[in-house]
């Protein structure tokens, strides 16, 4: 399987943005004024970069899978290209659901309503494009449902007839009426039966494409001289954000980085705790929850885990009101038992919401687990860890039910309880320490403990941080012995 990973920065628009080393073989193209020269006589940079987005294809030929990547973003985790790929499998283009708007009538609405406000960033960029003209021609189809909207900004797709003919039709709509491209990209679609899958996540927020937007003045840009074209395997590792700098063990945050005191735990406040991370979930499901509802391919970040095993029995603990890690791999017999100390508040919002997840979440506590020792294969905890009133306890929990050479696999984003404040059940932060331990501590009164180490828990863990738009992610493996 060959894959190309494609951007262009034409104009000198955005510095340049290098990407996270990849776990995947593939080749990478930085289209520059270097080497697809300036042609302003005829169009203007930005439209000149949609010719290497739209063909690529036919640019850099030979590969099987094509990600575009706008400039304005860097593949952020090691395991990038392969969530792409992952997302374009039984699909020919894997494209992100717009974060904001649902149609295009109200990507077209929003774009003249800016026009006529004077908005400079949209004047500067789109004054006499032709929206109406272009909104006539879709509107005159009415084989054509209106009711999708998608952030072209990174997109995935396959080296195909279907695909190619697509990309053909949205030149013409770009280059014809309006060169925002993702107000024809939803039609253009539709009219070449193209398979679509619409990707769900806010691209914002996804931990494997990290938004850089940069104005040009606020960073200088590359003017050093770049291969024709630039071509890179595995490119090297060169994070632009940089992950939050490794700390001590502290004893107290200092009192600076406080926004608020930190509330003491009570049977009170953990009741207004509660309250606070069942309103995000309503709130979650409300506009995700049909779309994850029946989610079932299996994470591929779970692939390392398995080894060459047939059967598989993986603990997913504080799942939240569904299973977000899927529980299906073609060839392997995965079960995927989830769970979540709000298993029951949970069920009757599903109920009322009207959603049935393919797999319930059941009732546990993460720090008195009912399960029989050596009962999983992995044992995963993503962003709960730090809900408990005991991490200790849990992840002796953690430990106990895992089977001997299985995995205890945990995901948290760095200081997620500073970051609100400590609503919502956030208790603990969680840290890599200078030597890549990791630390989990808390100023909450009324505590076991409140500053331990992994490895005091259990030998062997390893830790890495990778950057995130919510700031860093903290993940720690360790093998049961």
């Known amino acids: 399987m060959k894959i190309a990973v494609i951007t262009a920065n034409l104009g000198n628009f955005d510095p340049r943005i290098d990407y996270v080393e990849q776990s995947v073989k593939h080749d990478f193209y930085r289209f520059t004024d270097e080497n697809f020269p300036p042609r302003h006589k005829a169009m203007t940079s930005r439209l000149q970069a949609r010719i290497v987005k739209m063909f690529g294809w036919q640019m850099v030929p030979g590969y099987d899978y094509y990600i575009w990547v706008d400039a304005s973003c860097t593949l952020s985790s090691p395991d ?12 020919d283009m894997a494209v992100f659901k717009h974060p904001e708007r649902s149609t295009i009538q109200q990507e077209a609405d929003f774009l003249k309503e800016r026009l006529k406000r004077g908005d400079p960033y949209i004047v500067s960029r789109y004054e006499n494009e032709l929206i109406d003209e272009q909104m006539e021609v879709i509107k005159a189809d ?5 009711q999708n909207l998608f952030a072209s900004t990174a997109l995935v797709y396959k080296n195909n007839p279907k695909v190619h003919n697509v990309m053909f039709h949205w030149w013409h709509h770009t280059s014809r009426y309006h060169s925002i491209d993702q107000l024809s990209l939803p039609y253009v679609l539709f009219t070449q039966n193209c398979k679509v899958r619409i990707i769900p996540d806010n691209y914002l927020k996804n931990p494997y494409l990290m938004h ?13 001289k770049q291969d024709e074209p630039q071509k890179k395997t595995e490119i090297a590792t060169q994070q632009v954000l ?3 700098p490794v700390q001590q063990v502290p004893d107290v945050i ?9 509330p003491e735990f009570t049977p009170e406040q953990e009741q207004i705790d509660s309250q606070g991370e069942l309103a995000f979930w309503r709130s979650w499901l409300e506009g995700n929850g049909k779309a994850y509802e029946q989610l079932r391919r299996l994470n591929h970040r779970f692939l390392r885990l398995i080894s060459d095993k047939r059967e598989v029995m993986i603990a997913n603990l504080g799942a939240g009101p569904m299973n977000l890690i899927g529980d299906d791999l073609r060839h392997i017999n995965v079960k995927v038992i989830s769970s979540d100390l709000y298993a029951n508040e949970y069920a009757a919002m599903l109920k009322e919401l009207n959603l049935h997840p393919a797999n319930p979440v059941e009732k546990q506590d993460m720090t008195a687990l009912t ?10 905890c993503g962003n709960a860890l730090d809900h408990t009133q005991s991490p200790l306890k849990a992840l002796n929990e953690m430990i106990r039910v895992c089977k001997p050479g299985g995995y205890v ?13 400590h609503r919502n059940l956030h208790r603990w932060y969680i ?45 720690s493996i360790v093998q049961k012995k």
């Open 409 to 421: 696999y945990l995901r948290h984003v760095v200081h997620e309880g500073k970051r609100d404040n």
């Open 431 to 475: 840290d890599r320490t200078e030597n890549n331990d990791c630390v989990i501590w808390s100023e909450k009164p009324g505590l076991e403990k409140n500053s331990f180490l992994l490895s005091e828990v259990y030998p062997g863990f390893t830790t890495t941080v990778e950057s995130i738009p919510r700031g860093a992610l903290i993940t």
């Open 80 to 91: 990038s290209v392969r969530w792409f790929i992952d997302q374009c499998d039984g699909v």
């Open 242 to 244: 940089a992950v939050q």
């Open 142 to 146: 009415k084989s054509f449902a209106d």
């Open 254 to 262: 200092k009192e600076t980085e406080q926004t608020k005191p930190v």
């Open 371 to 380: 399960y029989a020792d050596n009962s999983f294969d992995a044992v995963y």
């Open 212 to 224: 850089v937007r940069k104005i040009k003045d606020q960073a200088p840009a590359d003017n050093t």
